[in-house]
């Protein structure tokens, strides 16, 4: 599309490549340029003056006060749960006993990286250890399913700072904690098979104190978020809104200076 004279309209050709335009005269690089630099002004006013009310924001919501400090810390706490022993045994093997115990890190470092898929496959379709498989597998994917979303709660909870929204920590806090809950069921019923088809290999089998550790500090996690967000939101419903904000920020900047 050719190129015209902001003036004027004149359509300007390829060979016309003086700064004036041919027709009327008007310096095209020039033109306006008062009122051009104007609306960049006010365009940068009102950009930074956006993003002043998100930082404050930001600054509010993450560390405006002691309990939101608080939550911001216990965002990291349920990794204690994952080095804390999840499932007790004995192993006993020809002149050979002993007491083990395995966390979720020994879980993922020695057993989810070095897993045959295929042969727990057909461990769950059997007919002796199926039903066993299946319900450790299952917890095995609760847990993994609590850690990703204790993981995600962290960076949720930064990113919706900027707007005050805290609805999706708590359902990622309340996701944790009923799958890190239903993963202990599992392995409680997982426990009793052992037991049972153990053949005396695999004796007192027990649920280690991370499953509880980790029950109660994402119910904790919840909690706070459930106590912070409703500090959030009748701090949003009585502040400025954006608009309102960017608007007075502007004023005061181009009020006269005493």
């Known amino acids: 599309m050719a190129a015209k004279c902001p003036e004027c309209g004149h359509t300007l050709k390829i060979w016309n490549i003086k700064a004036e335009c041919p027709k009327c005269g008007t310096n095209i690089p020039n033109y306006q340029w008062e009122k051009r630099l104007n609306d960049d002004a006010d365009f940068a006013e009102h950009a930074f003056a956006k993003m002043h009310y998100k930082t404050n924001n930001f600054k509010s919501s993450v560390a405006g006060s002691k309990l939101r400090i608080v939550r911001l810390v216990m965002t990291f706490a349920p990794l204690i749960a994952l080095v804390l022993p999840l499932y007790n045994f004995t192993l006993s093997l020809p002149f050979r006993q002993s007491n083990e115990s395995v966390s979720f890190l020994t879980f993922v470092l020695n057993y989810l990286l070095k ?35 204790g993981v995600l709660n962290f960076f949720v909870l930064l990113i919706s700072g900027i707007k005050m929204r805290y609805i999706l920590n708590v359902a990622l806090n309340f996701i944790s904690t009923i799958a890190w809950g239903v993963a202990a ?9 052992c037991e049972t088809l153990g053949g005396g290999i695999i004796t007192e089998c027990s649920l280690g104190i991370g499953f509880i550790v980790g029950c109660v500090l994402f119910i904790i996690n919840f909690i706070l978020n459930l106590v912070v967000g409703k500090g959030l939101k009748k701090q949003l419903h009585e502040q400025p809104s954006m608009e309102e904000y960017i608007e007075n920020e502007i004023a005061e900047l181009r009020a006269p200076k005493a």
Not at 125 to 147: H, Q, R, S, Y
Request: with cysteine; aromatic share 6%.
């Open 115 to 149: 897993v045959d898929i295929g042969s727990v496959l057909k461990l769950v379709g059997g007919e002796v250890l199926g039903d066993a498989t299946l319900k450790v597998v299952i917890a095995c994917v609760l847990l993994l399913v609590a850690v990703v979303c």
């Open 185 to 193: 069921v599992f392995f409680a019923q997982f426990t009793t098979a």
